[in-house]
């Protein structure tokens, strides 16, 4: 099959498995590069394993300490005919690569919110590694069934107390304008978002794990979150997604008690602001995002998912002495987005910013580079009139 892109909106619809597998290795080598991570993490679960952070992460355990690693996700299989997604093709990628290694790697795909891909997980768990020592939590879902209740909850990216107008932009075409996202209608609203977003499947997850004696003595769990600038607090920080983030920290008081007795912790690491699936969603940010990369890639400073997940593997998980925490017990590897200088700078870009000088001030080519990458288009290496094989199993799952 010949594979190009074919988006909507900010949705590809298409998938290209060579490419998948260059992002793949490009990331493995981009690991390799910085040696490895001494007491590393030995036997990972990655929920939400498959794109953005979360494969970021499974690549920076497995070739930065030689994890094994286990992954969950919730991706379209390649079938004759059919393109699998991007997040299949990647996992298709890293497995081989893992495997070549001489690295343990398998995958579940499936619902990581019910109860049933949870058993599932520990009995891979205990049938393959015994006990985990690290479990990072990179979910990021639109919508949620509750395990116990049957309850679907949606989650809706809205302000608070009233309606937010800021300029964004079509990446894809370039084009800024206004846009005003009026503010949620009820409490509903927030509170349906925060059953998505927020942290009690992280606490499900530890709870079963826990009781299902598959935790090591010392695990570590870490999840994603995310600050960002004052420009976009109305509609993210400040907003429902951000109320989800808010639950999202305040459970690892619950983790940390949970795992006391195992001398585990539990931590929220804030990471920066990336081109993913999911941020492209989240209206507003993605200019933000491309002013933010044209002044951190001018300062020798910018960083993409791999390089923040090694650094927080390398430099805080696992660096060996005392984690520096923020006031609010977070690790901070946004460090370098908030910089004072930087925000001064995008925070000035910000103002200027129109359709005319879009290209110019900001790294919106960087922004659409990296979304075409997020699916396996754009690399150089690539024949994309080339015919390719579209049906790639993941060795793990067929
Ligand atoms: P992503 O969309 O690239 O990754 C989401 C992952 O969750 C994928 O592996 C997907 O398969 C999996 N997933 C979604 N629904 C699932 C379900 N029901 N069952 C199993 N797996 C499911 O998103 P990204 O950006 O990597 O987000 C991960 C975390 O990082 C989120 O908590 C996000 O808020 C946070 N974060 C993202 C930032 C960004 O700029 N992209 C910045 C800081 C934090
Ligand atoms: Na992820």
Redesign the pocket.
């Known amino acids: 099959m010949i594979i190009q892109p074919r988006t909507r909106g900010f949705i590809c619809l298409t998938a290209h498995p060579e490419g998948a597998a260059q992002h793949i290795k490009d990331q493995i080598e981009y690991v390799k590069s910085k040696g490895k991570i001494a007491d590393g993490p030995k036997k990972v679960l990655v ?9 970021a992460s499974r690549i920076s355990a497995a070739f930065g300490s030689d994890a094994a690693t286990i992954g ?4 379209k299989p390649a079938t004759e005919g059919k393109l699998g997604t991007a ?1 299949w093709y990647n996992t298709a990628a890293f497995e081989k690569e893992a495997h070549a290694a001489g690295l343990y790697a398998k995958s579940i795909n ?4 019910s109860d049933d ?1 949870k058993k599932q997980t520990i009995d891979l768990i205990k049938q393959d590694l015994g006990q985990v020592d690290l479990i990072v939590y ?4 639109p919508r ?1 069934t509750h395990p116990k209740t049957g309850v679907q909850y949606a989650s809706v990216l809205k302000p608070i107390d009233q309606a937010f107008t800021n300029k964004t932009v079509d990446f894809h075409t370039g084009v800024v304008t206004d846009i005003t996202i009026q503010p949620v209608e009820n409490q509903e609203d927030i509170d349906n978002t925060v059953a998505v ?1 927020g942290g009690e499947d992280w606490k499900f997850w530890i709870e079963d794990l826990k009781a299902a004696g598959v935790l090591a003595e010392g695990v570590k769990t870490v ?4 600050i960002g600038p004052e420009l976009t607090y109305p509609i993210y920080r400040n907003g429902t ?1 951000g109320r989800a ?1 808010d639950n ?1 920290e305040a459970t690892v008081p619950t983790l940390n008690e949970l795992l006391k007795d195992l001398n585990g912790v539990s931590y929220v690491s ?10 492209s969603a989240i209206p507003v ?1 993605p200019l933000y ?1 491309s002013l933010l990369y044209k002044v951190m890639k001018a300062k020798g400073i910018h960083e993409g ?1 791999i390089e923040q997940m090694q650094r927080l593997f390398a430099e805080r998980l696992y660096n060996g002495s005392d984690l520096q925490l923020d006031e609010k017990g977070r690790i901070r590897v ?1 460090d370098l987005e908030m910089r004072e200088d930087v925000q001064k700078e995008v925070a000035a870009l910000w103002e200027q910013a129109t359709t005319e000088n879009l290209e110019e001030i900001s790294d919106i080519a960087g922004y659409r580079n990296d979304f075409f990458q ?1 699916f396996g288009f754009n690399f150089d290496e690539i024949d994309y009139e080339k015919d390719t094989n579209e049906v790639v199993p993941v060795p793990s799952i067929g």
């Open positions: 929920i939400g394993a498959s794109t953005g952070f979360g494969i969950v996700f919730f991706e997040g499936g619902d990581a919110f891909i990179s979910l990021a879902s949620r977003m999840a994603y979150s995310y997604i983030k999202l804030v990471n920066k602001a990336l081109v993913t699936q999911s941020s940010v995002i998912t946004d997020l």
